[in-house]
């Protein structure tokens, strides 16, 4: 199972840091991905971590502004929202990937989704 939490309205240029809880897994041996998906709008990814924390990949839209991490002996993934903009507004949530695995960019390499965290940024 995994839960995700931290979202809320703040305003454009504020920051917001999701956590990704799970459980059920041995979360550790998991490379992980955050995606967002706004109303009308398929889902997109924005960011992937390995198994151990050596490399991370994010998206064009979210590069430089928002950075994966996790704590494996909290079994936590995190995402550090920065400079928010109204365009970021959306439901984001975590995944799991291949065991043992550099991070992933497609999404159909991700076995499970959690349940999502609304992030809305105000003009």
């Known amino acids: 199972q995994l839960v995700a939490s931290g979202g809320g309205l703040v305003q454009a240029g504020g920051s917001l840091r999701l956590s990704c809880t799970a459980s059920?897994?041995?979360?550790?041996?998991?490379?992980m991905g955050w995606f967002r998906q706004a109303p009308g709008k398929e889902r997109e990814f924005l960011a992937s971590?390995?198994?151990?924390?050596?490399?991370?990949y994010y998206a064009d839209s979210v590069k430089g502004r928002f950075t994966i991490s996790r704590d494996n002996a909290k079994n936590t993934l995190y995402l550090q929202l920065n400079s928010l903009k109204p365009e970021d507004t959306a439901v984001y949530s975590c995944?799991?990937?291949?065991?043992?695995?550099?991070?992933?960019?497609?999404?159909?390499?991700?076995?499970?989704w959690g349940q999502g965290t609304q992030v809305t940024v105000s003009s």
């Open positions: 995944a799991v990937g291949p065991k043992y695995s550099d991070y992933v960019v497609r999404s159909n390499e991700y076995d499970y």
């Open positions: 059920g897994l041995t979360f550790e041996i998991y490379a």
């Open positions: 971590i390995s198994w151990d924390a050596t490399g991370r």
